[in-house]
């Protein structure tokens, strides 16, 4: 079983940056993937940015591109989600995830097994 802790949300204006954690405990030997989605209200949860745990191999949404960025220390079973630019349309509660059972893809919010208890971003014009 894998366990998530995610963190690093808050308030910030349009043009700011946040930088968010999720730190993993429990069997992390068995993580294939982690990623981060996230969900603004009376709107489905959302794929962001994801990151294959041995490759290195990341994939973002076209939304984000350019402007976030998502790195892992392995040693720590840590991800981070760091986010330039951000704009009103950001603002959401942001989730990690990570994928315990081998799934092709990576954006698919089918693919993960465990989540965090999500981290409030709100981005202010």
């Known amino acids: 079983q894998v366990n998530l802790a995610d963190s690093g949300g808050g308030l910030v204006q349009a043009g700011g940056s946040l930088k968010l954690s999720c730190a993993a405990s429990?069997?992390?030997?068995?993580?294939?993937?982690m990623g981060w989605f996230r969900q603004a209200p009376g709107k489905e949860r959302e794929f962001v940015a994801a990151?294959?745990?041995?490759?290195?191999?990341?994939d973002y949404a076209d939304s984000v591109k350019d402007r976030f960025t998502m790195s892992r220390d392995n040693g720590r079973s840590t991800v981070y989600l760091q986010m330039n630019s951000l704009k009103p349309e950001d603002t959401a509660v942001y989730y990690c995830a990570a994928q315990v059972n081998y799934y092709a893809s990576l954006i698919d919010i089918k693919a993960y097994d465990a989540w965090g208890q999500g981290t409030q971003v709100t981005v202010s014009s």
């Open positions: 990151i294959r745990w041995r490759a290195g191999r990341t």
């Open positions: 429990g069997r992390t030997s068995g993580i294939y993937a």
